[in-house]
């Protein structure tokens, strides 16, 4: 059986204490390979073999050579695209379709964007008088922030560590990745990646395990990272918050949501449509920016239910071999408990099932998977935990509204503040509507559409920091203002 061992200063190692656990593919449960779970030893030496590369080799690089190597590392990853997806459809059982399209793509492009934004970023600067009349000059430059720690996610397992990578390394960081336990593999084969590309050893390390009293809970601890940043949910996150303030370590949290789609009566139909079905079930519905709060204007609410409906019924569950599916599992059969006591909570609380609701009937093949069917709600309290909680499985609940006023308020009524799709041909109606949602990130007709070099990240529970263009150059560089007296 395949192993998949930490990466720690250029090579592959296992643990020293042995263990190991099951890495399950959630298309049929199961085990793809056996992964090695770090130790406090492992994750010491990942992070000096970071502090090490930080002082050597990478810290002396000059920003030409090392923005050359990061598009080395981006061609690598176009250069291997089959194994990058074939590996992560492997893990999480998403469509190779969307796969191919979204996830891979977006791990090479995550290290060209920030390698060619760190050569062209200005510093400040700031002439002022002095009581002598000589004067002084004020400039900023900007230093890595020193050895970063990454803990990711498992929904988009390459595309959410390369978000941080790629801008952590252009700025001059070495970094210690702590990817999911459920997607281990494409954060793995980056290893490789890197060493072909010529990225010094010691500068991309990765350390495999879980959170609690694991990998990550001992890279959250060790004393010699200067700081963290994190995608996940926003449990975790305040962990990793109290870890993190052990030695005053910066963060950057990219958590949890609940996110409102507002369709107005204004809206085009058809572009309503498509992208609340995009934002509700892509990727099964795990996506972190994704409505699970559909809020629409009365007059056209029972014909958005049915359209919508209609359009969920043809989603294709399938593996993510078969080129029509569009639709693949959860990541994993405890993920699916969680998203399965969800829909029966839906039906405690009273709401209409319009489709979906349960698990799918699948070839024996598949039996042991993590499917679940798409599933639609209307009629459920506002104060349901299926509308308060983030499920984070392929369902939404559709409520109507009478007016602008109500809509804003719904949106605006949980502790969430991620994304949100705002749905109206009006142009002065969305930029209204669109300053007053309490969220991080807005868009107006479309859903996850997105430009690198925009602020990305959430208000209220859903994150601190932005990350995206100058943001992440923010939070992986220190700022250093030199004064001369003249
Ligand atoms: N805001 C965003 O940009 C964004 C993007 C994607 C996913 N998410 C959120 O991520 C969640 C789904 O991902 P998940 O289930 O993998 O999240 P999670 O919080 O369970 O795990 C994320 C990572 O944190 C690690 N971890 C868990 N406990 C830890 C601890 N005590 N110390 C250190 N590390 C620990 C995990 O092993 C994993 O690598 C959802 O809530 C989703 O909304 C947010
Ligand atoms: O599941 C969450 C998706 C997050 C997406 C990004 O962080 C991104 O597109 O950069």
């Known amino acids: 059986m395949k192993e998949i061992k930490h990466y720690i200063n250029g090579q592959y190692v296992g643990s020293a204490n042995g263990k190991l656990f099951d890495n399950v593919n959630p298309v049929n449960g199961k085990v793809i390979a056996k992964v090695h779970e770090a130790g406090r030893d492992e994750v010491d030496a990942a992070v000096k073999a970071a502090r090490a590369a930080l002082k050597g080799p990478w810290g002396k690089m000059t920003l030409d050579e090392r923005t050359r190597i990061l598009h080395k590392v981006a061609d690598g990853i176009n ?14 059982g998403k469509p190779k379709s969307m796969a191919s399209h979204i996830d891979i793509p977006r791990g090479a492009a995550n290290f060209k964007v920030f390698a060619d934004m760190v050569k062209n970023v200005p510093a400040e600067s700031f002439e002022m008088a002095t009581p002598d009349g000589s004067g002084a000059l004020n400039y900023a430059v900007r230093r890595p922030k020193g050895v970063i720690g990454v803990i990711s996610p498992w929904n988009l397992p390459l595309l959410l560590m390369t978000w941080k990578v790629g801008p952590a390394l252009a700025c001059g960081n070495t970094v210690v990745v702590k990817p999911s336990e459920e997607t281990p593999t494409t954060t793995a084969l980056l290893g490789e990646v890197m060493k072909e590309a010529g990225v010094p050893d010691g500068v991309y390390n990765v350390v495999h395990g879980f959170g609690g009293d694991s990998a990550g809970a001992f890279l959250t601890a060790h004393p010699d990272v200067d700081g963290f940043t994190f995608t996940g949910e926003t449990g975790t996150g305040e962990v990793i918050m109290k870890a993190a303030a052990k030695g005053i370590r910066d963060i950057s949290l990219e958590l949890g949501g609940k996110n409102a789609g507002l369709v107005f009566a204004d809206c085009d139909m058809d572009k309503a449509i498509e992208g609340t079905m995009r934002s509700a079930f892509v990727n099964c519905g795990q996506v972190c920016l994704g409505t699970e709060r559909v809020y629409v204007e009365r007059s056209i609410f029972d014909e958005f239910v049915a359209r919508l409906k209609a359009e969920a019924e043809k989603l294709r569950i399938g593996p993510p071999d078969d080129d029509k599916a569009n639709f693949g599992p959860l990541v994993s059969l405890k993920h699916r408990e969680k998203v399965l006591s969800y829909y029966q909570k839906a039906v405690d609380d009273g709401a209409t099932v319009v489709t979906g609701g349960g698990v799918p009937d699948m070839p024996e093949e598949y039996a042991g998977g993590a499917w679940v069917q798409p599933t639609i709600w209307t009629g459920l309290p506002d104060d349901s935990a299926v509308i308060t909680d983030e499920i984070f499985g392929p369902c939404c609940h559709i409520r109507p509204f009478e007016s602008e006023e109500e809509a804003i308020e719904l949106a605006n009524s949980l502790p969430y503040g991620l994304a949100s799709a705002i749905w109206t041909e009006n142009v002065s109606r969305a930029h209204r509507v669109a300053g007053q949602i309490e969220a991080g990130i807005i868009w107006v007709n479309s859903w996850f559409l997105r430009d690198l070099r925009t602020p990305f990240g959430g208000s209220k529970q859903s994150g601190i920091g932005r990350e995206g263009g100058v943001h992440s ?14």
């Open 79 to 92: 250069d291997r695209f089959d194994e990058f997806l074939e590996a992560e459809c492997l893990d999480t």
């Open 473 to 486: 150059l923010e939070f992986y560089t220190e700022m250093k203002n030199v004064c001369i007296k003249l």
